[in-house]
C-alpha cells in the first residue's frame, strides 16, 4: 500500500521561502507520477505542481515562484516555494497515481498524503 507522508510546513512572512518534501514508500516510486495539491479554508483543493514523466506542469498562480522536483533513489518529492505571498496559506498534500500521468484535477490522483500547513503572514 502506497504511503505519502509530507513535512516541511510552518509560519513563514511574506516574500520568504518553504520546502516542502513527501516521502514516498510501499511501492516503486518511479513508475508513479506525483503532485502537490493545496486546500485554503472554505476553498476548493486545487492542483499546484504535478510532475509526469519528467515533465513539470504549474498552476498559474505559481509559475515563477515554485518548482517541483524529485529524487528517485530517496523516494521524495519537493516542492521549493519562494516568494510566498498570504495567499498560498494553505494545508499542502502530497499526492500519487501511477496511471494519471497528464491532469493535476484531483480525481485523478488515488493516494494521498495528510497534508502539511503553510501559513504566510504579512
Known amino acids: 500500500q502506497v504511503q505519502l507522508v509530507e513535512s516541511g510546513g510552518g509560519s513563514v512572512q511574506a516574500e520568504g521561502s518553504l520546502r516542502l518534501s513527501c516521502a514516498f514508500s510501499?511501492?516503486?516510486?518511479?513508475?508513479?507520477?506525483m503532485g502537490w495539491f493545496r486546500q485554503a479554508p472554505g476553498k476548493e483543493r486545487e492542483g499546484v505542481a504535478g510532475?509526469?514523466?519528467?515533465?513539470?506542469t504549474y498552476a498559474d498562480s505559481v509559475k515563477g515562484r515554485f518548482t517541483i522536483s524529485r529524487n528517485i533513489p530517496n523516494n521524495t518529492l519537493y516542492l521549493q516555494m519562494n516568494n510566498l505571498e498570504p495567499e498560498d496559506t494553505a494545508m499542502y498534500y502530497c499526492?500519487?497515481?501511477?496511471?494519471?500521468?497528464?491532469?493535476?484535477?484531483?480525481?485523478?490522483?488515488?493516494?494521498w498524503g495528510q497534508g502539511t500547513q503553510v501559513t504566510v503572514f504579512s
Open positions: 499526492a500519487a497515481d501511477r496511471y494519471n500521468c497528464f491532469s493535476l484535477q484531483r480525481q485523478y490522483f488515488t493516494y
Open positions: 510501499g511501492d516503486a516510486y518511479g513508475d508513479y507520477c
Open positions: 510532475f509526469f514523466d519528467g515533465r513539470r
